[in-house]
């Protein structure tokens, strides 16, 4: 299928590149890292080789989020989009952008992502889960109150909030001591970004603002998959939880996920049983995953041809308002 839009698909700056080493297969860092510091034609080549037209970048994990030094987190963020806008501009029908964004500093990260939407033209802001802030052990999350107005400002501007994982701290989870094949994306990432996002849904956030919307990748870090025995738990036992509806009704309606590095026929069957078709995006998580499997995978799933074009694109196009952007 040709047109596919793509919504998790990262690169990087000199000053994150080595952050994603670690992630780097056996010895296949030197082609990882090419890829990530390429925004032309490497990419661009890879894309039309398999019916993506369109793709939205954001910086590599845990990017800007790691970098417990405020002031450095501000400029790294604000070098890093910088950055994005030029391949934007160059390729304005191939590339948008998400903002990184220094969520240690929740007025400075509400100010970034205003200047990345209505000065870069970035479609909304992706961040690597939680932020290190003051000390390399400092850890917030983002239903913390002192967020509250970096909330209402990703309201007010109309753009998504996608929340992307990375592992959590070794000295804050030692279940994974001694287990380093259950790090990154085989376990880890997936448990922290869904108990992050349990966070804010339960926090009451989406309550506070009603239209804020949420992306998560991978189908969902396995929510969908687990959201009805959190509710059924919390039906007999809420523990002063603050939000007002069960959780599931937060899915629905404040959520969307991508396809992003779930190659799965039967997690998508699930993911679209919860929360509906319409709430579902193509995406490869590039230069992560290899852009084949994806794109074979989901050009040949069964599908409705009405399923296929809104998963693979006019949901992206909804969502993000590409309407100007993208080719018919």
């Not at 030029?86 to 903002?99: K, N, Q, S, T």
């Not at 964004?101 to 200047?115: I, K, S, Y």
């Not at 209505?118 to 932020?131: D, I, K, M, Q, T």
Request: net charge negative; hydrophobic share 45%; with cysteine.
């Amino acid at each position: 299928m040709h047109g596919k839009i793509a919504l998790e698909e990262h690169f990087a700056i000199a000053a994150t590149l080595s952050m994603s080493e670690r992630y780097a297969i056996d010895h296949a860092w030197t082609s990882l890292r090419a890829r990530l510091l390429d925004v032309g034609d490497l990419r661009l080549s890879e894309m039309d080789r398999h019916g993506i037209g369109f793709a939205i970048l954001s910086l590599n994990a845990p990017g800007i989020q790691e970098i417990h030094e405020v002031p450095l987190a501000i400029e790294t963020a604000r070098a890093a989009n910088d950055r994005l806008a030029g391949a934007v501009r160059a390729h304005p029908d191939r590339f948008g952008g998400f903002a990184a964004l220094p969520m240690q500093d929740p007025d400075t990260a509400a100010g970034e992502l205003t200047r990345a939407v209505e000065e870069l033209g970035f479609h909304g802001a992706l961040v690597n889960g939680y932020s290190q802030v003051g000390s390399a052990d400092g850890v917030i999350y983002y239903d913390d109150p002192r967020y509250d107005a970096f909330w209402a400002t990703v309201e007010r501007l109309h753009v998504p909030f996608y929340l992307h994982p990375r592992d959590p701290l070794p000295a804050r989870e030692p279940i994974y001591d001694g287990h380093p094949w259950l790090l990154g994306p085989v376990w880890a990432f997936g448990v922290e970004t869904s108990t992050h996002a349990l966070r804010l849904m339960a926090s009451g956030l989406f309550d506070r603002h009603p239209r804020l919307t949420l992306i998560l990748g991978h189908l969902g870090e396995g929510l969908p998959y687990s959201i009805w025995r959190c509710d059924h738990r919390l039906a007999k036992s809420p523990r002063g939880i603050p939000a007002r509806r069960p959780l599931a009704e937060y899915l629905r309606s404040n959520v969307y996920l991508t396809t992003s590095g779930h190659f799965w026929t039967r997690s998508l069957e699930a993911a679209m049983a919860e929360i509906g078709v319409d709430r579902v995006m193509f995406s490869v998580d590039y230069p992560f995953e290899d852009t084949v499997d994806a794109t074979t995978w989901f050009d040949h799933v069964p599908l409705s041809d009405i399923d296929r074009v809104k998963i693979a694109r006019s949901n992206a196009i909804d969502l993000l308002r590409l309407g100007n952007v993208v080719q018919a």
